[in-house]
């Protein structure tokens, strides 16, 4: 059986977004949701928080072995749509960050701005993965 890297964007989109996802886990557990707990904030209110920020930190870990698997599909034109509808979901998520956070508060875009760097670098490298060029050379 010959294992062999097809895409090599999707494979180190689908390490960065295991990245993203225990990083994003590790903030949550030692910096943002602690805060909950010592406020006065309603336990129903901290509830929702707590599940909307782990279902990111599972999207994270969701998208991120589906693009290790499908770094190695021999056919890169299937795992295509599946590469379309996780750039469609980030830049929904990335325009949500944005919306709210202007909406709310437009001073505070500027805290946003690792988050959106980061959502934008992972989007490029998706798409580069989807147009199928290899990113470094190989001896084939």
């Not at 909950?36 to 309603?42: N, P, Q, S």
């Not at 190695?72 to 980030?90: D, G, Y």
Request: charged letters at 15%; proline letters at 2%; glycine letters at 4%.
């Amino acid at each position: 059986m010959d294992i062999k890297i097809n895409n090599y964007y999707y494979l180190m989109a689908g390490v960065l977004a295991i990245l993203f996802a225990v990083t994003h886990a590790w903030n949550g557990k030692s910096v943002v949701l602690p805060v909950l707990a010592v406020t006065d904030i309603h336990l129903d209110i901290q509830i929702i928080f707590r599940y909307v920020w782990h279902i990111i930190t599972g999207e994270n870990l969701v998208f991120g072995i589906i693009f290790m698997i499908l770094s190695f599909q021999r056919e890169q034109s299937k795992p295509r749509s599946a590469a379309w509808t996780i750039v469609t979901l980030l830049l929904i998520r990335l325009m949500v960050i944005l919306g709210v956070t202007a909406y709310y508060d437009a001073s505070a875009l500027a805290d946003t701005l690792i988050d959106s760097i980061a959502i934008l670098i992972y989007v490029a490298i998706i798409l580069l993965g989807i147009r199928g060029r290899r990113p470094m050379a190989t001896n084939e």
